[in-house]
């Protein structure tokens, strides 16, 4: 696994990466945080807060978040939950109207390369 350690992680304002959520543990690594490597092609790096028409997009986009699945020690989000996302679900939820609102502090600052900071911004929970 090509790993980056977290604290050479980085957010979109520049500052240390911080957590998203432990309950439900999140990332593509299920650190906790939206950290990334060369093995996350999901670049699941946006840290949201889901919301209910985001979950219901999600499923008809056939990526059903909220039914658990206990083999991968997932419970299944609800609303209110924090999730890393991936960074194109993300825009193609909020070209769709239905984009969460997003934890600046705690999202990767790859998701620059897929989508403009002003457009996080806008959706910010924490700007």
């Not at 996350?40 to 889901?50: I, S, T």
């Not at 699945?69 to 999730?83: H, S, T």
Request: proline content about 6%; overall charge positive.
């Amino acid at each position: 696994m090509n790993r980056t350690r977290i604290q050479d992680q980085v957010n979109v304002l520049g500052g240390p990466l911080l957590a998203c959520s432990y309950a439900p543990l999140t990332g593509f690594f299920r650190t906790g945080c939206c950290e990334t490597a060369a093995d996350d092609a999901g670049r699941h790096v946006v840290c949201v807060k889901v919301t209910a028409d985001f979950l219901e997009f999600s499923a008809r986009r056939g990526n059903d978040l909220t039914t658990p699945r206990p083999q991968f020690r997932f419970a299944g989000l609800k609303p209110g939950d924090r999730w890393c996302l991936c960074a194109a679900r993300w825009l193609e939820a909020c070209e769709a109207g239905v984009a969460p609102p997003v934890i600046l502090a705690a999202t990767h600052r790859s998701a620059l390369e897929i989508i403009n900071l002003d457009l996080l911004r806008r959706h910010a929970l924490d700007a």
